[in-house]
């Protein structure tokens, strides 16, 4: 059945870096759009970024442009996601998504990220 | 950015009777192809969300029918008929056609009386 399975989160300092890895099966990850949600403690969904099936296109939310890259390698079926310059604010459960038909039809369980000193 | 604006925020229910939860957008999501990308997702206590309804009105894969979406515009709503004690958690409407960025609602926390 068709699978997401994020890594690669952990405890970083803040202004340090990270990397996120979303593996894909089940499903062709090649003509897929792909996104980034977070949600940060007790908090709700917030979106984060998006990368068009062959890449061509990316976008994010104004917070995290220039900070963070979308990025993904197609003959790997995994998706990534580039985290610099980190703040205490970036603190969340990160989930990659797929986009089906103006949504999101398949999630990952989530990878969190806890920035702190 | 376009606002979305869930209400009630905290919804309890007695096991059997019908729920609703309304989510209004500060413009429009009418797309330019005629489509609404109006989604409605569950996110059951520690688990990853779940899409319920898709284009205002369609269940996804593997979805009660007792879970239904309605409304067009600015104003939607998700229903459940007869609530079951599977259904507790919260509830995002989310709109896919004005972005970047893609917007949530707040979330409507649901529980049973």
């Known amino acids: 059945q068709a699978q997401l399975v994020e890594s690669g989160g952990g405890v970083v300092q803040p202004g340090r870096s990270l990397r996120l890895s979303c593996e894909a099966s089940?499903?062709?990850?090649?003509?897929?759009?792909m996104n980034w949600v977070r949600q940060a403690p007790g908090k709700g969904l917030e979106w984060v970024a998006a990368i068009w099936y062959d890449g061509s296109n990316k976008y994010y939310r104004d917070s995290v442009k220039g900070r963070f890259t979308i990025s993904r390698d197609n003959s790997k079926n995994t998706l990534y996601l580039q985290m610099n310059s980190l703040r205490a604010e970036d603190t969340a459960v990160y989930f990659c998504?797929?986009?089906?038909?103006?949504?999101?039809?398949?999630w990952g369980q989530g990878t969190t990220v806890t920035v702190s000193s | 950015d376009v606002v979305m604006t869930q209400s009630p925020l905290s919804l309890p229910v007695t096991l059997g009777q019908p729920a609703s939860i309304s989510c209004r957008s500060s413009?429009?999501?009418?797309?330019?192809?005629?489509?609404?990308?109006l989604n409605w997702f569950q996110q059951r206590p520690g688990q990853s969300p779940r899409r319920l309804i898709y284009?205002?009105?369609n269940r996804g894969s593997g979805v009660p029918d007792r879970f239904s979406g309605s409304g067009s515009g600015t104003d939607f709503t998700l229903k459940i008929s007869r609530v079951e004690a599977e259904d507790v958690g919260v509830y995002y409407c989310?709109?896919?056609?004005?972005?970047?960025?893609?917007?949530f609602g707040q979330g409507t926390r649901l529980e049973i009386k």
């Open positions: 989310m709109q896919g056609t004005h972005w970047p960025p893609i917007t």
């Open positions: 998504a797929r986009e089906w038909l103006g949504g999101m039809d398949i």
């Open positions: 413009q429009s999501l009418l797309y330019s192809d005629g489509s609404t990308y």
């Open positions: 284009k205002v009105s």
């Open positions: 089940g499903f062709t990850f090649s003509t897929s759009g």
